[in-house]
């Protein structure tokens, strides 16, 4: 995505784009698979933890990221292309590798419908799946 591109993707969600955001959001959007706040660290060396922290946090506030707990004890950070800043339309299926310990976005996979109790809204789901992926394989 180019730069104009992450600027308008942060204004829709009604986030500020600041040069910082914009490139973290780029990181994001390079990555191609989810990421660690680590990962993200270590590809922007120059912008500082507390401030890739902030603006995730940002992100996360304005459904503009996925936040998926894939079972390693870390929390990997995904891109969400949807254009709501209150609901996330991008859900889908996400794949861990037990050897490599990555974890991929399954895009053309949706979510299955769960049918909750009367009275109880969702608001976001975590489907993930575990296994080995082609590479380990």
């Not at 490139?23 to 993200?40: D, F, K, Q, Y």
Request: proline share 5%; net charge negative; aromatic share 6%.
């Amino acid at each position: 995505m180019s730069n104009n591109e992450l600027a308008s993707l942060l204004e829709r969600h009604g986030i500020r784009p600041t040069a910082n955001r914009v490139v973290i959001a780029g990181a994001l959007a390079a990555a191609g698979r989810p990421v660690s706040m680590g990962e993200l660290e270590t590809e922007l060396d120059t912008i500082d933890k507390s401030n890739i922290s902030r603006a995730l946090a940002a992100f996360r506030a304005a459904h503009m990221v996925h936040v998926i707990e894939d079972g390693s004890d870390s929390v990997r950070y995904e891109l969400c292309l949807s254009d709501h800043d209150h609901h996330d339309s991008d859900v889908h299926v996400h794949f861990y590798c037990e050897r490599c310990g990555k974890t991929f976005c399954l895009s053309d996979i949706p979510i299955p419908p769960v049918t909750l109790p009367d009275g109880w809204e969702a608001q976001t789901s975590n489907y993930i799946v575990k296994g080995v992926c082609p590479d380990c394989r």
